[in-house]
């Protein structure tokens, strides 16, 4: 399946390699790449004599494997020595991609007595009189913890505490980037319920909001519900929430390009685990009244017995598999698995279909094998049309929650976070290709953390 996907800097590279200084060849090195469908970017002279040219040459290729087959075929190429290859993806997370700095410069003694003791003493002090005072004097209102056990991460399976930290990293990144919020990860060397909770409640103190992270279904929903009760900060699942607000904001805008509302489609979800319940009760809450839910054994149906209580929840009388939910389905939401649905699934919607095939890296289906049998369609990948994209939400969510130090999140605000999303493209730049904003719009985390903020006031959760 990865020799379909389009090349992408995901699988970024660059080679290095010496020519003879004489003409075509560069060119042989280029149709080389280029022949096995090798995307070219940027190419560098290193060095140059009359003798020999030395260039870096860099390439997106579509999986490890092709990029494996580029490297070897320009290896294999005459008169071309290859001298270095750099991954560029291993190359950027060297030594971790976030630090801690210092806001404040230490110029002297005068600085050093303010910022640390004896002075630090009366902020101290300070604080302990006014514990609210922790907001102002602190940085724990611009901080969030992003909680993991590494049970869950991406589309990898259980990886631990280790390898999910890159992901965490990238997390407070972003979280930095969109949202102007100090963010740090916590990889936890547990994936007991109880231990984690009892962890992240003992460290609470420093932060102003938690981000839950790639925690695999069902433990995710209790963990997040306990911290919920037991915190006075707001707890967020981004793979249940982020996935949910920013599926419902491009579901928005879909919508309204086929002239059909929410209430009246019949909506199929094929993933039944933390993004798919958490999709299906944020629909819900828009008005939407006709939700199929499907999980590996088929259709959640009220007559099977394995099913836990947030599956058990959204069962339906129908019994089937994803095939016979998807016969007359107007909308196909996908949080799966690779190549589950087929062209024919498809061709069985009814007119105007909307499908969001959102597993990573590769969709339930190709775009390319429907892409005249949709009227709307969007993946979480990139290099698509209509990535969704959970940075269109948890920056601005969280932004907005932590400027009026709200207590919890609530479905309310989630629904807001959509709505404003969504209502960042107008109805004139509405098409088949452009249903939600770019990541990198700045009006995004500002229209969602405004949004938030409001809800979260006409709820009674603000606390500031």
């Known amino acids: 399946m990865s020799d379909l996907l389009t090349p992408n800097s995901s699988f970024s590279l660059t080679i290095r390699f010496e020519v003879p200084n004489r003409p075509g060849m560069l060119a042989s090195v280029t149709q080389a790449i280029s022949t096995l469908g090798g995307s070219?970017?940027?190419?560098?002279?290193i060095d140059q004599t009359r003798a020999i040219s030395m260039r870096d040459i860099t390439i997106d290729a579509a999986s490890a494997e092709h990029a494996e087959t580029i490297v070897q075929a320009v290896k294999d190429l005459p008169h071309i020595k290859v001298l270095d290859v750099y991954d560029r993806t291993f190359t950027l997370h060297r030594g971790g991609k976030i630090s801690v700095v210092s806001k404040i410069p230490l110029r002297g003694q005068a600085d050093l007595a303010m910022a640390y003791t004896p002075g630090v003493g009366r902020i101290c002090n300070a604080i302990a009189e006014e514990p609210q005072r922790v907001y102002e004097l602190t940085v724990k209102g611009n901080m969030v913890a992003i909680v993991?056990?590494?049970?869950?991460?991406?589309?990898?399976?259980?990886?631990?505490?280790?390898?999910?930290?890159?992901?965490?990293?990238?997390?407070a990144m972003l979280f930095k980037e969109f949202g102007g919020l100090d963010a740090f990860p916590i990889c936890l060397a547990t994936q007991d319920t109880d231990e984690i909770v009892e962890t992240v409640?003992?460290?609470?103190?420093?932060?102003?909001?938690?981000?839950?992270?790639?925690?695999a279904a069902p433990r995710c929903f209790e963990i997040e519900a306990r911290l919920q009760r037991e915190l006075n900060i707001p707890v967020f699942h981004d793979d249940q929430h982020g996935t949910a607000?920013?599926?419902?904001?491009?579901?928005?805008?879909?919508?309204?390009?086929?002239?059909k509302n929410i209430s009246d489609v019949r909506i199929v979800?094929?993933?039944?685990?933390?993004?798919?319940?958490?999709?299906?009760?944020?629909?819900?809450?828009?008005?939407?009244?006709?939700?199929?839910?499907c999980d590996s054994k088929g259709i959640l149906s009220n007559d099977r017995t394995d099913?836990?209580?947030?599956?058990?929840?959204?069962?339906?009388?129908?019994?089937?598999?994803l095939a016979d939910a998807m016969k007359g389905a107007d909308v196909f939401l996908g949080v799966s698995a690779p190549g589950v649905v087929t062209?024919?699934?498809?061709?069985?919607?009814?007119?105007?279909?909307?499908?969001?095939?959102m597993a990573n890296p590769i969709p339930e289906i190709q775009p390319e094998l429907v892409k005249n049998d949709v009227a709307v369609?969007?993946?979480?990948?990139?290099?698509?049309?209509?990535?969704?994209?959970?940075?269109?939400?948890?920056?601005?969510?969280?932004?907005?929650?932590?400027d009026c130090r709200a207590s919890t999140f609530t479905t309310n605000m989630y629904l807001q976070a959509a709505l404003a999303i969504a209502s960042l493209i107008k109805t004139d730049e509405l098409d088949r290709e452009h249903i939600v904003p770019s990541v990198f719009d700045e009006r995004v985390a500002k229209v969602v953390a405004a949004a938030v903020q409001r809800a979260a006031r006409e709820d009674g959760v603000a606390q500031g």
Request: hydrophobic content about 50%; glycine content about 12%; proline content about 5%.
């Open 377 to 402: 369609m969007a993946t979480g990948r990139s290099d698509y049309p209509n990535q969704i994209n959970n940075v269109l939400a948890f920056p601005g969510v969280f932004r907005g929650a932590l």
């Open 40 to 45: 070219m970017g940027q190419i560098d002279l």
């Open 307 to 321: 099913l836990n209580p947030q599956k058990r929840s959204f069962a339906v009388d129908q019994s089937g598999n």
């Open 269 to 293: 979800i094929n993933g039944a685990g933390a993004a798919g319940v958490a999709i299906a009760t944020l629909l819900q809450k828009d008005g939407a009244n006709e939700i199929i839910m």
């Open 201 to 215: 409640k003992r460290i609470a103190p420093v932060f102003g909001g938690v981000n839950l992270e790639d925690i």
């Open 148 to 171: 993991t056990d590494g049970s869950a991460v991406l589309g990898l399976g259980n990886l631990g505490a280790e390898a999910s930290m890159p992901v965490m990293e990238g997390k």
């Open 245 to 259: 607000i920013v599926t419902l904001a491009a579901l928005t805008n879909a919508l309204k390009l086929v002239n």
């Open 343 to 357: 062209p024919e699934m498809v061709k069985s919607m009814a007119t105007d279909p909307i499908v969001f095939a």
